[in-house]
Structures are given as structure tokens and as C-alpha cells.
């Protein structure tokens, strides 16, 4: 069988067949679980969700964590926090701030209670951004506690509610891993600059050079 | 950096008879007023499937757009560059996994996706079906194939989907370094030696063509995409977009002294419009429908890497982690 031959001397190294087969499928077994990223932009700053990440523990999910949204931009801190542990309520309309239209006349479940952290999105569009914690025995409890604590914060389309223990957290030394940011100018677009080549260039041109 | 030009599926409005007229009134109210639609808001079963397969076709771009590039790592002339050149392939993957997340949302899992990349089924930007010769090849991608994606990518990032408007506003902030470095590489070589000259001349004779099909076939005849930019999936027609290319990009390849392989490319005065000689459409489909110089070694070599990390992810399964669509 021949094998496949590149421009790049690697992937003719690697030996692929010159024919693959479009047809099959991979296994779709290797989906691993999702975890929601915040992140704390400097110091002082609210946590903000800046997206997911795929994982199976949340020490390799703050791994990705970091690579994903750190990679380039630097920050203070990031939390992970698996998404199946994140309650979300509905999208308010425009204009109708969402605890306003939520139903908080039933009994709460009993339990120990615990604390829990609530992120707020301000608009669409928006990220949700950390608002504080509430303590209580359920998210359905901590989200009536959320909307007297925070309710008349501003306006408000979605809440998450998270259980704060299964929010993982960067230690104050791993602010560390973000101070070498400074060292890699060359992925800054300011450092690229071709003024004066192409004004030097046109001058000879002009000049007959 | 990003393909234009989807091929989104012809729209067939007979669909939206099924869909319950009041939400639908609401939806396109709220996407009139400018408003977001978020991942749990109701949407048309249209809007999710072309915003699936248009985020979905962006990321397999960013995954197999690094390829083309990551050749050129080893071979960059010097260390700065090399570094700058792995930056930018990094970036580039980064972005694809963002996208692949702004998809999720929508309901199609990362798994189905890479699934649907390599057994053909979902398309990429169909310039990544084009080889690249030289390191001036490499220059010219990184400088010109950015500036065509930031100009869709810009664009895209007003359109109404949530999730992608955040992870493109993420995106947009990276390209730009891409291409300043890009412009550079491309600078330092026109402005060198008659060898090196010659070397970025080549390279964009080769690659004006395919950029001239980046954003997608013509106007004239595209499919009917209304409702798409009515409901801002789609956010500007491509001829538009090639127009916006040209007016930023043609002076910058001409004050080079590099000359574009197209004798009636000019600006047309009364127009205010560029007048082009029209791009090889039927190459285009041939390219798109796998009959391109490299369409076979980019999905091999996917496949390949899919293939070859499967033993990873199979050591990292938890039985009891269970997969849910991710949030926002």
C-alpha cells in the first residue's frame, strides 16, 4: 500500500496511507465532562465565566482552564466548577429583572445548610459575573436568598447557582503561573511594527535603488 | 484565523410553518432589537441547525488551519519567529476549541463534531486545501488569510448567538496579533533580497486565487441567505465582504511593489466597488467537494492525531462523569 507523501518531511514519516477511509466513524466513547471557567481579571476584580472546558477531574479541568483562557491574557485567579453541578434559571425578557418573575411560595427542601455562590448576567450577551455567597439547604432556598440579598442590584436576565464547595479555586501563589505573561512580547501585536520598513522601502524605490 | 464563505444549507422556509408563530414573533423581535438569544431561550429549529453547522465549520477551520502552519514551525527562519509561529498555531487550536464549545450549546456534542470532520460530512475553510510551498507561503496565510477571517470574524461577532459573539470577541482580540506578525513576515521579505522578493511574489500568485474565494461564491449566485442575515447568523452578503478585503488589503500588497495576478483588479471610480475578473467557481466546488491538492493529507492527518490520542482519553474516562451541554 502506498503511503502518504507531504511537503512537510514529518507527515511523510508517518507513514499514513496514501487512501483513507472517509467512511467510518471514531468511537464516540472518549466525551469527556464539561466544567464552566471564571475568572478573576486583577486584583479586586469579580469573577467572570469566560466559557467551559472538557475534562474528568477539576484538576485537569484548571489545567485547560489556564491553557484556554490564561494562555494570553493575564488574571488573578480562575475558578472551574463542573457544569452539572450549576443550577441556571430561565432568561428573563428584556427589561424584566428575572427574580421579579420567579416563584418562591413553596416549602424549601430540609438539610444542612451550606453556602452557595450566585452569578448574575446583567444582559444578554453579557458574561455572569459573581455576586456573593448565600447560605442555605438547597439551591432552590439559595436562589430566594439571592434574590433578597442581590435582587434589587440591578437588572438581572439569568442566575447560576452554584454549590461553593465544588468551586475549585487557584491558590494566591499560583498568581505566579500569570507573571511570566510579560516575557512573551513576541505574541503582542505592538511589538510588529513595519512602518518604517515600508517607508524606507518606498524611499528607495522612489530614489531609484 | 477563519474561512469565510459557509456553505450554509439551503434555507427552506416551508420549516418555519411548523414553528408556533407567537415565539417566532418574539424571537425575531428580540434579534430586531438587538438583543442576544442565549443557549436556553427558545429558538427556530433553523437558526439552531445553521448556527450548529456555521460555528461547527468555523472550528474544524481553526483545527485544520493550523496545519499548513504548524509545517512551517521547525523551518521558521529564526528564534523569534519560531516562537511567534507556534504562538500563533497554539492560538489557533485555542480558538477552535472555543468555537467547538459555542456549539455545544446549541446541542451538538464536541464528539459529534470531530466525528463529523473527519468522516467528511462537515466542511472547513476551503483555502486550508492548499499547500504551502515556501515559508513565504506561511507569511502570506498568517498576514492575509487572518485579514480575510478578521473581517468575517469582526462581523460575526454583532450577530445574535450569545456564546459565539463572546468566544469571537475573545478571538478577534488574538488575531490581531497574527496579523501584525503576519504583515511583518511578509514586509521583511519584500523588502530583502530580489530572492526573497521573488519568494513572496510567488506566494501570492498562488494564494490570490483561493483568497478570492474565501468568502464564499458570489452574490449572484449564493443561496438565498435573508433570513439567515434577518435573524443575524449571517452578518454581511460575501460579496460585501470581499469588497471590505480589497479596499484594506489590495493597497497594502501594491505599495510592496508586489503585483496581484489580475489584469482588470482595479477600483472602479464611479462604483466607489472593485472590479475583478470572476473566481473560478466550479474550482471552488471541485476543491470543496474533495477534490483538492491537500484535502486528503488534512483529513489523514487528523484522523491520525484523533486516532492516536484515542488511548489518552480513554485513561482519563471516569465511568461515573457524565457528559451535559456546557452552559454559556
Given at each position: 500500500m502506498s503511503h502518504l507523501v507531504s511537503l512537510d518531511p514529518r507527515i511523510s514519516r508517518l507513514g499514513i496511507p496514501a487512501e483513507i477511509d472517509l467512511n467510518s466513524d471514531k468511537t464516540l466513547s472518549d466525551q469527556l465532562s464539561t466544567f464552566e471557567v471564571f475568572h478573576q481579571k486583577k486584583e479586586g476584580a469579580v469573577y467572570q465565566h469566560v466559557g467551559p472546558v472538557h475534562a474528568n477531574t477539576p484538576d485537569l479541568a484548571f489545567l485547560f482552564a489556564k491553557e484556554q483562557y490564561s494562555r494570553r491574557f493575564t488574571c488573578t485567579g480562575i475558578w472551574v466548577v463542573p457544569t452539572s453541578s450549576i443550577s441556571v434559571t430561565p432568561n428573563a425578557e428584556p427589561g424584566v429583572n428575572i427574580y421579579s418573575i420567579l416563584n418562591f411560595d413553596h416549602k424549601f427542601e430540609e438539610g444542612t445548610p451550606v453556602l452557595f455562590t450566585v452569578f448574575h448576567q446583567k444582559k444578554r450577551g453579557a458574561h455572569h459575573e459573581c455576586m456573593g455567597e448565600v447560605t442555605a439547604a438547597s439551591s432552590d432556598e439559595a436562589l430566594y436568598h439571592a434574590s433578597l440579598k442581590y435582587g434589587e442590584s440591578g437588572p438581572v436576565v439569568n442566575v447560576w447557582i452554584i454549590p461553593s464547595e465544588k468551586i475549585t479555586k487557584s491558590s494566591a501563589e499560583d498568581v505566579e503561573f500569570w507573571n511570566t505573561l510579560s516575557e512573551k512580547k513576541y505574541r503582542d501585536a505592538s511589538v510588529w511594527r513595519v512602518m518604517d520598513k515600508i517607508t524606507k522601502f518606498k524611499e528607495e524605490q522612489k530614489s531609484g535603488n | 484565523m477563519y474561512g469565510g464563505g459557509n456553505i450554509f444549507e439551503p434555507t427552506k422556509l416551508e420549516?418555519?410553518?411548523?414553528?408556533?408563530?407567537?415565539?417566532?414573533?418574539?424571537?425575531?423581535?428580540?434579534?430586531?432589537?438587538?438583543?442576544?438569544?442565549?443557549?436556553?431561550?427558545?429558538?427556530?429549529?433553523?437558526?439552531?441547525?445553521?448556527?450548529?453547522?456555521?460555528?461547527?465549520?468555523?472550528?474544524?477551520?481553526?483545527?485544520?488551519?493550523?496545519l499548513p502552519e504548524g509545517t512551517w514551525i521547525t523551518r521558521a527562519p529564526g528564534f523569534r519567529r519560531k516562537m511567534a509561529q507556534m504562538a500563533k498555531v497554539q492560538d489557533e487550536v485555542g480558538h477552535g476549541q472555543l468555537l467547538y464549545s459555542a456549539a455545544e450549546t446549541l446541542g451538538k456534542t464536541r464528539e459529534e463534531m470531530i466525528n463529523d470532520l473527519i468522516n467528511g460530512k462537515s466542511k472547513y475553510s476551503n483555502i486550508f486545501n492548499y499547500p504551502a510551498f515556501t515559508w513565504a507561503d506561511s507569511a502570506i496565510i498568517s498576514w492575509l488569510v487572518d485579514a480575510g477571517a478578521i473581517v468575517n470574524q469582526m462581523a460575526n461577532a454583532k450577530g445574535s448567538y450569545g456564546p459565539y459573539s463572546r468566544a469571537l470577541d475573545r478571538i478577534c482580540a488574538e488575531e490581531s496579533f497574527h496579523l501584525k506578525y503576519g504583515h511583518d513576515s511578509v514586509v521583511h521579505l519584500a523588502t530583502g533580497s530580489p530572492k526573497q522578493r521573488q519568494m513572496v511574489q510567488e506566494a501570492i500568485t498562488r494564494w490570490w486565487p483561493p483568497l478570492m474565494h474565501f468568502f464564499g461564491p458570489s452574490d449572484k449566485i449564493s443561496a438565498h441567505t435573508e433570513i439567515l442575515m434577518r435573524w443575524k447568523v449571517k452578518m454581511a452578503s460575501n460579496d460585501d465582504m470581499r469588497q471590505q478585503f480589497l479596499d484594506m488589503y489590495?493597497?497594502?500588497?501594491?505599495?510592496?511593489?508586489?503585483?496581484?495576478?489580475?489584469?482588470?483588479?482595479?477600483?472602479?471610480?464611479?462604483?466607489?466597488?472593485?472590479?475583478?475578473?470572476?473566481?473560478?467557481?466550479?474550482?471552488?466546488?471541485?476543491?470543496?467537494?474533495?477534490?483538492?491538492?491537500?484535502?486528503?493529507?488534512?483529513?489523514?492527518?487528523?484522523?491520525m492525531a484523533e486516532e492516536n490520542g484515542a488511548w489518552v482519553r480513554r485513561a482519563l474516562q471516569k465511568p461515573e462523569a457524565k457528559y451535559v451541554t456546557p452552559l454559556a
Open positions: - | 420549516e418555519l410553518n411548523a414553528e408556533d408563530p407567537i415565539k417566532l414573533a418574539a424571537f425575531e423581535a428580540r434579534i430586531l432589537q438587538g438583543e442576544k438569544i442565549e443557549p436556553n431561550d427558545w429558538m427556530p429549529q433553523m437558526y439552531r441547525k445553521q448556527l450548529i453547522r456555521m460555528i461547527e465549520q468555523h472550528a474544524h477551520s481553526e483545527i485544520i488551519g493550523a489590495v493597497p497594502k500588497i501594491w505599495e510592496l511593489g508586489m503585483v496581484l495576478p489580475d489584469p482588470l483588479l482595479c477600483k472602479n471610480e464611479e462604483t466607489g466597488k472593485w472590479d475583478y475578473t470572476e473566481p473560478d467557481w466550479e474550482e471552488f466546488k471541485r476543491v470543496i467537494n474533495g477534490d483538492g491538492p491537500c484535502n486528503k493529507e488534512r483529513l489523514a492527518v487528523r484522523k
